[in-house]
């Protein structure tokens, strides 16, 4: 089976922008998180996508939105970018049986605000 | 905000020698898991221990349990240089796919 895939690799954005970020999860997994890894604050979680409804949700302002469709890939949007939001953008699929199973990750988005 | 800790933060050692690294967390949990990152790429998943465990083996990797403590540790024997990495503990709680993460430990291998 082909890994979890995200696209693009590599962003360069500037402050007030926004960015989306897509996942495209391992074939007949259902559920997508995501994740935000900086050197100052470490791995994050975002939230988490099951059936095309957000299941879960980290600690993070409104400004970071996710969606999923119904093919289960994911998207992640972050509106008026700050230079704060520069970071490894991960996200981890599973098939979701919600009892804190492996997760498989990408290869992430590395997001650059400047 | 992550779990809890890990222990060292970076750890240095000649190739051939066993590497261990230990990690603490706050909760209780239904499994832990430890993931390798190389350079700032995704993770890969290298064990997961549930709560009713004590110790699990996986090839070269060890991992032990501890519930009690909080604690967890993951030893890797016969270190190689391809192990260079952070490794990365996260905890499961029922309910949900959430990954706690603790702060790494960086591992060098020495040739």
């Given amino acids: ?39 100052g604050q470490g791995l994050q979680f975002l939230f988490e996508y099951f059936s095309e409804t957000q299941r879960n949700k980290g600690n993070f302002p409104g400004r970071f939105s996710g969606r999923q469709f119904s093919n289960s890939r994911s998207e992640m949007n972050v509106s008026t970018l700050e230079l704060g939001d520069s970071a490894l ?13 492996t997760q498989y990750f990408g290869p992430g988005t590395r997001l650059l605000v400047l | 905000s992550q779990q809890g800790e890990e222990d060292p933060q970076a750890l240095s050692i000649q ?24 350079s ?20 070269r990797l060890r991992v032990t349990l501890d519930t009690s403590k909080k604690s967890s540790s993951l030893l890797i024997t016969a270190s190689r240089a391809a192990d260079t990495a952070s490794y990365f503990c996260a905890t499961a709680n029922f309910g949900n796919e959430k990954l706690t993460f603790g702060t790494g430990t960086r591992l060098t291998i020495i040739p």
Avoid: F
């Fill in chain 2, 15 to 38: 190739e051939g020698e066993n590497a261990t690294m230990n990690c603490s967390y706050k909760t209780s949990i239904n499994n832990l898991q430890w993931y390798r990152q190389n």
């Fill in chain 1, 1 to 39: 089976k082909a890994g979890v895939t995200q696209t693009p690799r590599y962003l360069i954005k500037t402050r007030g922008q926004q960015v989306t970020l897509s996942c495209s999860p391992i074939s007949g997994h259902r559920s997508v998180s995501w994740y935000q890894q900086t050197p």
């Fill in chain 2, 40 to 59: 700032g790429r995704g993770l890969v998943h290298l064990i997961l221990i549930r709560s009713n465990e004590r110790e699990k083996h996986s090839g």
């Fill in chain 1, 89 to 101: 953008y991960l996200c981890a699929s599973s098939l979701g049986s919600a009892d804190g199973e």
